[in-house]
Each structure stands twice: as C-alpha cells, then as structure tokens.
C-alpha cells in the first residue's frame, strides 16, 4: 500500500520515508506499553474496536461497525471475565484478578447497543449468522481461542481479500497468492523483531507461555496502530 502512495513522490528514498516512521511509531507502542500499561491496554482495546468494525461493516455502517467490531472485545468481558483478566494481566504484567470496571461497564452498553440494533433494523442473515457464531464461539471456547479463529479465520482473510479487490491500493496485488506472498517478507521480519525481543520481555519472567503471550499481543497492538494509521492516509489520497 505504501509503495504506490509514496514511490511516484520519492523515488528510491520511499522505503525509508515509510518504514522509519511506521517501526518508530511501533516502537513508541511497545514503549507505551512498559510506562503505562493499563492505559495502553484501553487505547489498544478501542482501536480494536473500530479497526474491527470499519472492517467488518464497511464504510458508512457507523452503528454496523460498533457491534461488530465491539463484538470479539465486549463478549470475553461479558461471557469469561476471569479468564480475560488473567489473559490480559500477563499482557500488562500487572495483577488483575478482575477486569477493570470501564471494560465490564463498556462490554454492557455494547451489548444493550446490540441488542438494539438488532431488534430495530433489518439485517443481512449472514451478518447476523455470523455474529451468531461468533458469540457461540466467545461462550464456549476460551477467550484467546476464540479471538484467534475470529482474527485468522474471519478478519485477516477479509482484509486481505478487500485489498485484492481493491485497484488503486495495491495495483500489484489482485490475486489472494500475490498477496500471501507480498506478506511473507513481512511476516518473516516481524518473527526476526519478536525473537529479538524475546530476551528483553523473557528477562526475570518465570512463565515462557505468559511471556509469548505478552510479546505477541504487545506486538500486535504495535503493527496496528500504524497500519491503522496508513489504511487512513491511503484512504484519503484515494477519496
């Protein structure tokens, strides 16, 4: 997505013009997270929140896209709160036997909005099969097993097939091969970025699961935010 935006602009300097501001933003994330954690986890949640939904609903869906992409953040919270919150006090490394209370009061006016909005409004029946399911799989599976099918299974191909479709983004890009073999250089660097983090996050931890469970998420959040940050300035040039 970047090398059609800024390689007309920039010549061979594009790369660099892209890639020291998105790693150092990442950076700045992962920073974020050691200085304050808690504060970080709820920037990170509501981003989600709406990375999630303008994904799922599409544009101009505003309420479409608040159920939907609330649903795989809201649904652990409401459904296996204490599993959650150990989920995520190894993420922030800071005890957390309960969620806060933001979360807990977040996740039931999601679920009130929900319902609203379901019972108000005329729904796509895969929309609401889909959401059906989910929710069975939020309830019966833990709560890290179930965000990882709905993110594997569900949101990655979806994003990469709107890539594929998409002309102007990544003119390059218009078969779901091209574009798995697009992402393997990136995906190969950020195993190389997490392993050489894995000493710095593995240090004085007594748990090895905990501590991959802390890096990826961490990581996670660190890639979203400008990748988040670049669908919207693409977006933008496109409109």
């Not at 209370?101 to 099969?129: D, K, N, P």
């Not at 979806?158 to 073999?181: E, F, N």
């Not at 970025?193 to 004085?204: E, Q, S, T, V």
Request: charged share 15%; glycine share 8%; net charge positive.
């Amino acid at each position: 997505m970047a090398a059609p935006l800024l390689r007309p602009r920039y010549g061979r300097a594009w790369f660099g013009i892209f890639a020291v501001p998105y790693l150092g933003l990442s950076a700045l994330v992962l920073l974020a997270w050691q200085v304050a954690p808690l504060v970080t986890m709820a920037g990170f949640l509501a981003l989600s929140v709406l990375h999630f939904g303008e994904e799922d609903a599409g544009p101009g869906r505003p309420f479409e896209a608040l159920v939907r992409g609330g649903l795989p953040i809201a649904l652990p919270a409401l459904l296996r709160p204490e599993e959650t919150a150990a989920l995520f006090a190894a993420v922030t490394r800071v005890p957390m036997a309960h969620l806060p209370g933001w979360w807990i009061a977040a996740a039931w006016l999601w679920l009130a909005i929900a319902a609203a909005w379901v019972l108000v409004r005329r729904h796509r029946g895969a929309v609401l099969i889909e959401m059906a399911v989910l929710a069975l799989a939020f309830r019966l599976l833990p709560p890290l097993t179930a965000f990882t099918l709905y993110f594997v299974g569900l949101h990655a191909p979806r994003h990469m097939r709107a890539l594929v479709q998409d002309p102007t983004r990544a003119p390059g890009i218009d078969t779901m091969r091209k574009a798995v073999c697009a992402s393997l250089p990136v995906f190969g660097l950020t195993l190389v970025l997490g392993a050489g983090l894995w000493p710095l996050y593995a240090a004085d931890a007594n748990d090895p699961a905990a501590t991959l469970l802390c890096l990826t998420l961490r990581m996670l959040s660190a890639l979203t935010v400008p990748h988040v940050l670049l669908d919207r300035i693409v977006g933008r040039y496109e409109n």
